[in-house]
C-alpha cells in the first residue's frame, strides 16, 4: 500500500510538474507572441508615418505600445509631443530605460517641451542637440539659419523632420531661396514615398540652377496634383525670377523651349483661357518689360480685384493715350496729363506734357496758335518734350488737346 501511495503521490507531482511548466510555456509563448506582433507593428508604423498615412500609423503605434510598454521604439511612436499626459508618459518612460534607450527618450523629452513652448529642455550632445537649438529658435519666430550637423554622431529621424519643416516654412515666410531649396531636398530624401515627397522634389529642383529643363520638366509631371503643382509654382516665383518663364510654362503644359518672344505670347494665352494659378501679376510684369500691352490686356480678366485697378491704371498710362488718360484723370488725378509751364525763343515753344506716373504722350494731340491748327510736321517729340516749330511773333495764345479735352492752355510771348 505505500508503494502504492508513493507511486500515486510521485504521479501526481509529475502532473503538477507538467501542468506548471505548460504554464511557464504558455506565458513564455505568449511573451514571444506579443513581442514579434509588438515589433511588427512598430516596422508598419514607421512605415506608414513615411508614407504620410497618419491614421494608420498612429493605429499600429498604439498596437506597438501595448504589446511593449517598456520599450522605447514602440512607446515613442504612440507618443503625441504636444500632449501633457504623453509627456508624463515619457517622464515615466525615462524611468524605466538606462543608457542609449534612456537618452533617446530625453530627446524625446526635449522635442516635447521645445514643440509645447517651455522652457526648461535638457540639454542633448550631438547632431539632435543641434536640431533642437534650431527648432527651438525657429518657433520663436527667429529669422532661419544654415543648419549644418556634426559628422560624429547621426540625429534622430523624427527630430530631423520635424526642425526641417519648420525651417522650410520659414525660410519660404522670409523668401531665401538657398534654405528653401536646402530643407526642400532633405525632406524630399527622409520620406521618399509621403504624399508630400514629390513636390519637395519639384520645389528643390526649381530653385537648383543645376537642374536643367527637361529635368524640372520630368519633376514637374510627377506631382499627380496639377492645383499643388500650380501653387507650389506660384509661391517659387519671386525666389527664382530667371527661370519664372519657365515655371510658368511647365504648369501650363506649354513647350518652355520656344523663343522667349513666343514663349510670353502662348503663356499669357494659356493663364487667360484657364485657370493656371499663375502668378498673373508676375507674368503681367514681363509683358510690360517687353512692351507687349496688347498681351497685358488679354490679363486683365484673370487679375485678383485689388490688382485690377492699379494694372489697368499701368496700361492705360504705359499706352500713352493722352485722351484716355485725359478722360481717366477726372477720377484718378495721378494719371490726368499735364504740361509744364512752356519755355520760349524766336521760332520754337517747348513744353513737358506728362503725369504723376511719368507718362510718355504715344497718341496724337491737337496744338492750335492764336486759334490755328499747328500742322503735324511741326510738332516734334523726345519723350514727354514736345517742341513746336512757329514763325509768330508778340503775344501768342497756345491750347493742347486730346480729343475733345483740353490738356494746357496759356498765353506766350515770343
Same mark, same amino acid.
Given at each position: ?5 508513493g ?12 501542468a506548471i511548466?505548460l504554464?511557464?510555456g ?12 509588438g ?10 508615418l513615411? *508614407? /504620410?498615412? @497618419? ?5 499600429? %503605434?498604439?498596437?506597438a !505600445?501595448?504589446? $511593449? +510598454? ?25 524611468r ?14 526635449a ?8 522652457e ?28 549644418v ?6 540625429p ?5 523632420v ?33 504624399? *508630400? /515627397?514629390? @513636390?519637395?522634389?519639384?520645389?528643390a529642383? %526649381?530653385?537648383?540652377? !543645376?537642374?536643367? $529643363? +527637361? ?20 509661391s517659387l ?12 510654362a ?15 505670347e ?23 518689360d ?22 489697368r ?32 525763343r524766336k521760332g ?8 504723376d ?11 492750335k ?46
Amino acid at each position: 500500500m505505500i508503494d502504492r501511495i508513493g507511486t500515486r503521490n510521485l504521479g501526481f507531482a509529475q502532473l503538477l510538474l507538467a501542468a506548471i511548466l505548460l504554464i511557464i510555456g504558455i506565458t513564455l509563448a505568449m511573451s514571444s507572441w506579443n513581442r514579434w506582433t509588438g515589433i511588427s507593428d512598430i516596422g508598419t508604423a514607421r512605415s506608414r508615418l513615411m *508614407e /504620410g498615412n @497618419a491614421e494608420a500609423a498612429k493605429s499600429r %503605434a498604439s498596437s506597438a !505600445a501595448r504589446a $511593449l +510598454p517598456n520599450e522605447p521604439a514602440a512607446v515613442l511612436l504612440d507618443i503625441d509631443i504636444a500632449k501633457d499626459p504623453d509627456y508624463a508618459r515619457l517622464e515615466t518612460l525615462e524611468r524605466k530605460t538606462k543608457g542609449e534607450q534612456q537618452q533617446l527618450v530625453r530627446t524625446a523629452e526635449a522635442l516635447s517641451l521645445i514643440a509645447r513652448k517651455h522652457e526648461g529642455a535638457p540639454e542633448i550632445a550631438g547632431a539632435d542637440g543641434v536640431l533642437l537649438k534650431a527648432l527651438t529658435e525657429l518657433i520663436k519666430g527667429s529669422p532661419p539659419a544654415s543648419i549644418v550637423l556634426p559628422k560624429d554622431s547621426a540625429p534622430h529621424y523624427s527630430v530631423l523632420v520635424m526642425t526641417y519643416v519648420a525651417q522650410l516654412q520659414a525660410a519660404l515666410r522670409v523668401q531665401d531661396p538657398v534654405l528653401v531649396r536646402e530643407a526642400a531636398g532633405v525632406l524630399a530624401l527622409l520620406m521618399p514615398s509621403h504624399p *508630400e /515627397g514629390r @513636390a519637395l522634389e519639384f520645389v528643390a529642383g %526649381a530653385l537648383d540652377p !543645376a537642374c536643367d $529643363l +527637361p529635368r524640372l520638366q520630368g519633376l514637374a509631371q510627377q506631382v499627380t496634383d496639377k492645383k499643388k503643382l500650380q501653387a507650389i509654382a506660384h509661391s517659387l516665383a519671386g525666389m527664382a525670377r530667371e527661370r519664372a518663364a519657365q515655371l510658368d510654362a511647365v504648369v501650363l503644359g506649354i513647350n518652355p523651349s520656344s523663343s522667349p518672344e513666343k514663349l510670353l505670347e502662348l503663356q499669357v494665352q494659356a493663364a487667360a483661357a484657364q485657370d493656371s494659378g499663375v502668378d498673373i501679376a508676375g507674368l503681367a510684369r514681363r509683358c510690360f518689360d517687353a512692351g507687349r500691352m496688347d498681351l497685358a490686356k488679354l490679363l486683365l480678366p484673370k487679375m485678383p480685384p485689388t490688382a485690377l485697378g492699379p494694372m489697368r491704371s499701368a496700361i492705360l498710362n504705359q499706352e500713352g493715350d493722352v485722351a484716355e488718360l485725359a478722360k481717366a484723370g477726372m477720377t484718378d488725378a495721378t494719371l490726368a496729363p499735364r504740361a509744364s509751364k512752356a519755355r520760349c525763343r524766336k521760332g520754337l515753344i517747348a513744353f513737358q506734357l506728362s503725369n504723376d506716373l511719368g507718362m510718355v504722350p504715344k497718341s496724337a494731340i491737337i496744338v492750335k496758335l492764336n486759334g490755328v491748327d499747328v500742322a503735324a510736321d511741326k510738332i516734334t517729340r523726345n519723350a514727354s518734350l514736345i517742341a513746336i516749330d512757329t514763325a509768330l511773333t508778340g503775344s501768342v495764345s497756345i491750347e493742347v488737346r486730346a480729343g475733345n479735352r483740353i490738356v494746357y492752355s496759356d498765353a506766350l510771348t515770343l
